[in-house]
């Protein structure tokens, strides 16, 4: 490309091609080939003048001209803009259609005779006004039936000055809506793309986690319980049941072996399958992601619903003000100056101006929130509560002790009970597993075909005998496994806080594993900063025993606890707190824990949450960090504060134009001016982030 | 009174004669040609116009960047 380098200083380099160096059609692929240069930190290219602006990492000048110089314009392999483009050019229309319209609106007077302009002006009055009719039409009396009285009456009055500046302020404010929206949209998909799925090939029979863009067309997935299948594909290795619904809408999980196709977006309910790749749908995770966006907008706060009625249920009061000061000063200046002024429009607007850009913060603060609403639910909270395994505690249980019972040595009990876990993904097997290989014992495969019994345990026949392993209430209640007096105490001693596995072989107890599962070096502080920020309760839901679970309670400062709480049960405690007048947020992370995540009023997963957890709930976490939870919780009050401090403003601003109106301070013109600027600048600071707290 | 000073009449010849001549201009190959050379030039003029802006739109950019790095700011 020839060019010639209009600008030149270290780290910043401008480019000039010319006119007609490269087409419009050009810009996303130059801007992409520019970006994905490694020293280059950001792009801007205009085809108007062939112009290329970049910014790029100290001592790489030579090499930014170089490339510049050998890029090939004709030839760049077509791209879908980047989201750093997408950005510019929204920036760029919309200085462009905001500067057209001003240089219209204030050309037109200097060049078009009065007459036609006259003309023109009620043309566009009368598209107002029939607007206005409408939504009268229509039984509705909106915002916009004020707005085809007020320019309708200004016409009908032959003030068109006054017409004119309210139809311009009307279309300024819609272009700033639309922006917003707009660009608040195309922000929040990005934050939640770059989050698309990192997956697990099997590249020469090890698994090796790549990024989901990196996936090739025959490569081989492995997808395990609860895991979401990432592309399209047929079972290679492995069999599953796999729940259909988001394509089927049929609940029932299908069994899918060998040979059968699966299809992205599909969820594992219990088995592990590798994936032979047939489509990559990368498409279609960010096509849900992007129907996440445009449903966030109908998940709307109940308070901008609430803004939006009472901003169309002032309308009649207008008109009443209206005919009053019509009928009190018998001045139709005065009483125009009424319907000029109207709270309506600007909370309207300012509310989900307000509600979208939080959104778009929390996106970018790696929060994702599925609606306003749940903002608003997350405000006004009083109670939160916890699942301990993975979400308070680290995903990584270690086992601290192997108690044998019976003839059998500790190294056997651990033995036999690595060889039954190692096929589980889940936390509490994986440290089993780990703490037989830190102990250099080696497990060959023993036993026959095992069950797995979701959150419960495993049954399975070792030697021709029956051998269960799992929690107390799998292994004594339902299993009816005795553990006598002397055996209890002895695990009670042992076991101290730590969670207690029992493995039972031939209708005895064999042995226990006690595992311990430390708090997260944040949780502490988490809680203490959810309290600050006004959570008034905290609870904690386990499954665990009543010491772990009142060890883990203790340590971090936490009001309730419920122990040895069984999965399908954790739903009842959430709806037994909301029972009880709370307002309940619930986090959690695991295939378990989706029902009581269904039930709270608003509900958080984890950054490593099982994808079924990640669906169901309200608000996903991307990083593993629960000191985030207290950000959010700022974030969502802020949001609330700012929408009530936009309502009180904009009541009392227009209040005394009205009230200025009424009493002839003001002309109708200036009211409609102040009152619209009003509106643009409460909708302009609704853009702005909320303040970091 | 002669036909050819009736005006009414000529109304009606240049009713009649003139969309014919007007037909023909329009259609004429060098009205075409004056046409798309006069588009062409204004598309240029247009096109120029818009590159000039965006180089004077550039330089202020650069200058608004030089001087906010002076001042510190970025």
Redesign the interface.
């Given at each position: 490309m020839n060019f010639k380098i209009t600008y030149d200083k270290p780290g910043r380099i401008r480019f000039r091609a010319g006119a007609y160096a490269f087409e419009r059609v050009h810009e996303p692929r130059i801007h992409k080939a520019c970006v994905s240069v490694p020293y280059v930190q950001k792009a801007v290219v205009h085809s108007e003048n062939g112009g290329i602006l970049l910014e790029y990492e100290d001592g790489y000048r030579e090499q930014v001209i170089d490339f510049v110089r050998n890029l090939d314009v004709a030839n760049l392999p077509e791209s879908e803009p980047d989201t750093e483009y997408q950005l510019q050019e929204l920036d760029t229309q919309f200085k462009n259609r905001l500067a057209f319209m001003i240089a219209r609106r204030y050309l037109a007077k200097l060049f078009i005779p009065a007459p036609i302009r006259t003309a023109h002006l009620i043309y566009r009055g009368l598209k107002f006004v029939a607007k206005g009719l409408n939504c009268l039409g229509e039984g509705k009396l909106s915002v916009e039936v004020l707005d085809g009285a007020a320019i309708g009456a200004s016409i009908l009055q032959r003030n068109y000055e006054s017409a004119g500046t309210i139809m311009f302020l009307l279309n300024v404010s819609s272009l700033l809506e639309d922006y917003t929206k707009a660009r608040t949209r195309t922000a929040l998909t990005a934050s939640l793309a770059v989050k698309v799925d990192r997956v697990w090939v099997v590249k020469d029979g090890v698994d090796v986690q790549v990024r989901m863009q990196d996936v090739q067309v025959g490569d081989l997935v492995r997808v395990r319980s609860g895991s979401m299948i990432p592309v399209d594909g047929t079972v290679a290795e492995g069999d599953a049941f796999v729940n259909e619904a988001t394509m089927t809408g049929e609940s029932q999980a299908v069994h899918k072996t060998v040979g059968k196709s699966v299809f992205a977006g599909t969820v594992v309910d219990e088995g592990s399958i590798v994936v032979s790749v047939r489509a990559v749908s990368g498409n279609t995770k960010i096509q849900k992601i992007i129907e996440l966006i445009d449903r966030s907008e109908d998940l709307k706060a109940s308070i901008q619903s609430r803004a939006e009625r009472l901003a169309d249920g002032i309308v009649p009061f207008s008109f009443i003000g209206f005919g009053l000061t019509l009928l009190f000063t018998r001045n139709i200046t005065k009483a125009v100056s009424i319907l000029m002024v109207d709270y309506s429009c600007a909370i309207k607007l300012s509310t989900p101006i307000s509600v979208i850009s939080a959104l778009r913060e929390a996106a970018d603060r790696n929060m994702t929130v599925k609606g306003g609403k749940y903002l608003e639910e997350f405000a006004l909270a009083d109670t939160i509560v916890f699942d301990k395994t993975g979400t308070l505690t680290k995903a990584e249980p270690k086992l601290e002790r192997v108690i044998p019972f019976g003839n059998r040595s500790e190294e056997e009990i651990l033995r036999i009970a690595a060889c039954i876990e190692e096929h589980f993904p889940h936390s509490m097997a994986r440290a089993i597993v780990r703490g037989a290989a830190e102990r250099g014992i080696d497990h060959e495969e023993e036993h026959a075909d095992v069950k797995y019994i979701v959150a419960h345990g495993i049954a399975t026949t070792l030697g021709g005998e029956r051998a269960v392993i799992g929690s107390k209430h799998f292994v004594v209640e339902d299993e009816k496994i005795a553990v006598d007096e002397a055996e209890q105490k002895k695990i009670d001693e042992l076991a101290g806080a730590a969670s207690v596995i029992y493995l039972a072989i031939g209708g005895n107890l064999a042995g226990v594993l006690c595992i311990s599962d430390p708090p997260r070096d944040e949780a502490a502080e988490a809680i203490r900063m959810l309290r600050e920020r006004g959570i008034k309760h905290v609870a904690m839901i386990t499954g665990d025993s009543q010491k772990a679970a009142e060890r883990t309670a203790q340590l971090l400062g936490i009001d309730t606890f419920f122990a040895q709480v069984l999965p399908e049960d954790k739903h009842r405690y959430v709806e037994k707190m909301k029972a009880e007048g709370r307002r309940v947020i619930m986090v959690g992370d695991g295939i378990n824990d989706a029902p009581a995540l269904a039930a709270a009023n608003v509900s958080v997963a984890m950054s490593d949450a099982s994808d079924i957890a990640r669906e169901t709930a309200d608000v996903t976490l991307r990083s593993e960090d629960l000191r985030d939870l207290a950000e959010l919780r700022a974030l969502s009050t802020q949001l609330m504060e700012r929408i009530q401090a936009n309502y009180r403003f904009i009541v009392a601003f227009n209040t005394s134009l009205l009230a200025a109106g009424f009493f002839g301070i003001l002309a109708p013109s200036t009211s409609a001016l102040l009152h619209n600027l009003s509106t643009m600048a409460i909708c302009a600071k609704s853009m702005t982030p909320l303040k970091r707290a | 009174m002669s036909v050819w000073k009736n005006e009414k009449f000529w109304c009606v010849v240049a009713g009649v004669v003139g969309p014919t001549i007007i037909k023909k201009i329009l259609k004429a190959p060098k009205t075409r040609e004056y046409a798309v050379k006069g588009l062409a030039e204004g598309m240029k003029i247009t096109?120029?116009a818009?590159?000039?802006?965006?180089?004077m739109k550039?330089?202020a950019?650069?200058i608004c960047?030089?001087a906010k790095?002076q001042a510190g700011t970025k």
């Open positions: - | 096109a120029d818009k590159a000039a802006f965006q180089d550039d330089e950019a650069d960047n030089d790095n």
